[in-house]
């Protein structure tokens, strides 16, 4: 049987060239609407279908074998073969990413060459289609503050499939059914956290949008960090004044997920407030204050603590810091003086007047009554005269 088939072929070949012969090829046009086509790696029917319809041949019989030639086989190559129902099968199979050039030549079966050819070619472009997308990450949520651009972070954790994908590109958007007012995305896929709260983006594929994965950002206020509560106001009586609890009680700070602290200042910017030994520690925080005169200081408070991105990249990449600063004031105010002792001012026992005098008259150096005079050993105040002291 199989002899029988083949001893066909040899005469259809030989017809064929005959016909070649007696009606030869004028040209070989490519259709307008066949100049390129796109294909993924492996649709070998779709490239083969599409050059089989891309020509059409000029010739008194129109009688020709054609078959396309690529000018890089490592793109796309031609392949016959007989298949198991003893079928002679040709194919043209898109074997990697790329881009070839296609021209239709004349197969001439009785020598195995190739005569006349397509003055156009057809573009083909293969590419390798993504076949997953992954958030390459351990974590439950991702955490960044108010104000961060978190576009080349959450971009970093995606992972799309295979390798050599040719479109690898992707669009974050946020999930139905989350706060979508946390983050902005713009439209050049600029990701930013703007309120506080708990989103869940997607990533998605742009060329296969079947494939996706998802990631949760908590975003913080800075102020949920730290929290500069109230200006204070305290009275100064001629004498340092230690504030210490009443500074420690208006700061408090937490950092996410207790992170811890990597730097803490506490200055004040006047002689009026003074502060040392400022430390912090199993979250407490520890610092010695007193109000050293009247006036007024502002109090200036930075927390340095690691920020989101510290946990997830390499640690030879420094400065994922997050430093939050706030002021508050302190005015010190004189307070009312106590009085701690009385005293005359006088070396006499008693002092006498008469009825009606003025003595305060009498102190500033005023005329006293014609009976009586200033004694000046005794204050200034007026004596009768003809009275001893």
């Not at 500069?228 to 009443?246: G, H, M, R, T, W």
Request: aromatic share 6%.
């Amino acid at each position: 049987m199989k002899r029988l088939l083949l001893l066909f072929i040899l005469l259809l070949n030989i017809c064929i060239s005959w016909a070649q012969v007696m009606n030869p090829l004028i040209a070989i046009n490519i259709k307008p609407d066949h100049k390129a086509i796109t294909v993924n790696v492996g649709e070998t029917e779709k490239l083969t279908k599409f050059l089989s319809e891309a020509y059409e041949l000029v010739t008194p019989a129109a009688v020709a074998e054609i078959r396309w030639v690529s000018e890089d086989e490592s793109i796309v190559k031609f392949n016959n073969y007989w298949d198991q129902q003893q079928n002679y099968i040709e194919e043209y199979q898109p074997l990697k990413a790329g881009e070839t050039k296609m021209k239709a030549y004349q197969y001439l079966s009785s020598n195995d060459s190739f005569g006349l050819s397509s003055d156009e070619s057809v573009t083909v472009t293969v590419v390798q289609p993504v076949t997953g997308l992954r958030i390459s990450s351990n974590l439950n949520q991702h955490e960044c503050n108010v104000g961060d651009d978190l576009t080349s972070y959450l971009n970093s954790l995606v992972k799309v499939l295979p390798d050599d994908a040719s479109d690898k590109s992707f669009t974050w958007s946020v999930a139905p059914g989350t706060a979508n007012e946390v983050v902005s995305i713009s439209d050049q896929g600029v990701i930013k956290a703007v309120k506080a709260g708990m989103v869940t983006l997607v990533a998605t594929s742009n060329n296969n949008p079947k494939y996706s994965g998802t990631v949760t950002v908590v975003v913080h206020n800075p102020a949920d960090i730290l929290l500069a509560q109230s200006n204070i106001n305290v009275e100064y009586i001629n004498k340092p004044v230690d504030i210490s609890n009443l500074l420690k009680q208006n700061i408090s700070f937490q950092t996410p997920d207790n992170r811890g602290v990597e730097g803490l200042s506490i200055t004040s910017n006047s002689a009026v407030v003074s502060i040392s030994n400022v430390s912090y520690g199993n979250g407490a925080l520890q610092l010695t204050a007193s109000a050293q005169s009247v006036g007024q200081a502002t109090i200036s408070v930075s927390v340095t603590y690691p920020d989101y991105l510290k946990d997830y990249i390499a640690a030879d990449e420094a400065g994922h810091t997050k430093t939050v600063t706030k002021t508050f004031t302190v005015t010190v105010t004189q307070g009312a003086i106590p009085v701690e002792s009385l005293r005359i001012n006088s070396n006499k026992n008693q002092h006498e007047c008469n009825v009606g005098d003025d003595q305060d008259q009498c102190r500033e150096g005023r005329s006293c009554r014609a009976d009586s005079h200033v004694d000046e050993q005794s204050s200034g105040l007026c004596l009768s005269d003809g009275i001893g002291t």
